[in-house]
């Protein structure tokens, strides 16, 4: 097995091995013609022909170099390309290939408190999330930082983004952090950092807390334009009120899912673009009178 682990590894450079051999050539047939014995001893014409020859193995090398990564890249592209448009129907093709080059890819943790005012039939919603993003195209990309949350028009109050802020971290050293401009708009508040440029090696955090007021029966809903790897989930659920943590993926939730105190969810899968993470809530007496009301299965305790 190890004779053929690197037998592989050796037909796989062989390419690079071919050309770095005309790279080392070329500079060698380059520098050989100055040295001062081969100056003496050579003709002219001969030492003027070696450096051309070394140009040239060098110019093929370099070249050959620069066009077998750029065909490494476009053949596995290519290949995939080929692949969806064989095996897939053409209304398919446009957002397969879209989830394709996404180059973005996220790490979230997602932390909500309920607050449950029962005379006011009012729940107020503490979230924050921590987003971590991830350039994985190999190259140079942006990544738009902007989010933001609703108004609900509660008569308790509006909502609120407490705090924004984002850093880079880079060589696992974190640059200083940035402090997001807080916006107000018709049906919501949100902010905007615009469009970061982010390295392929380097990594960028954004931290972002909210609160809003609801009603007792209630959802929210948070989602992302990229793509989130094993999302994670954290809701602290008051004595009064049920709660449940559902991802549009393709996993449903059941009313077994509704509880109380605390709840820790992680979709061990990646989160699409655009599915959103759901956190519903009900007044728990609300909820326990109509399972007496029409002899309902109760629910978890």
């Given at each position: 097995m190890a004779t053929d682990y690197y037998a592989g590894l050796w037909r796989k450079y062989a390419i690079r091995r071919l050309l770095s051999e005309f790279i080392l050539l070329g500079l060698l047939m380059i520098v050989v013609p100055q040295v001062p014995i081969v100056i003496e001893s050579w003709d002219e014409w001969l030492r003027e022909s070696v450096v051309e020859f070394g140009k040239a193995f060098l110019v093929a090398g370099l070249l050959g170099w620069a066009i077998d990564e750029a065909l490494k890249k476009d053949l596995v592209r290519e290949a995939v390309a080929a692949s969806l448009g064989y095996l897939l129907p053409d209304?398919?093709?446009?957002?397969?290939?879209?989830?394709?080059d996404q180059k973005i890819l996220v790490q979230q943790v997602y932390t909500v408190r309920l607050e449950h005012f029962p005379q006011e039939h009012a729940v107020r919603l503490h979230g924050s999330y921590n987003r971590r993003f991830e350039n994985v195209s190999g190259a140079r990309a942006?990544?738009?930082?902007?989010?933001?949350?609703?108004?609900?028009?509660?008569?308790?109050?509006?909502?609120?983004?407490?705090s924004c802020e984002y850093r880079r971290i880079k060589s696992d050293e974190p640059d200083p952090t940035m402090v997001v401009p807080i916006n107000l708009a018709a049906l919501g508040v949100g902010y905007n950092a615009g469009e970061v440029p982010i390295d392929a090696e380097e990594v960028i955090e954004l931290f972002m807390s909210y609160t809003m007021w609801m009603p007792e029966h209630g959802y929210e809903f948070l989602t992302h334009r990229y793509l989130i790897d094993r999302p994670m989930v954290n809701v602290e659920v008051p004595p009064?009120?049920?709660?449940f943590v559902a991802y549009s993926h393709r996993d449903n939730y059941s009313e077994q899912d509704f509880k109380t105190g605390h709840i820790s969810v992680r979709l061990e899968r990646v989160l699409l673009p655009h599915q959103d993470i759901r956190i519903c809530w009900h007044n728990k007496a609300n909820v326990e009178e109509r399972i007496k009301k029409y002899d309902l299965p109760k629910l978890p305790a």
């Open positions: 209304r398919l093709k446009t957002e397969l290939r879209w989830l394709y942006k990544v738009l930082l902007a989010g933001g949350t609703d108004e609900w028009f509660h008569p308790k109050g509006e909502s609120e983004v407490i009064t009120l049920v709660a």
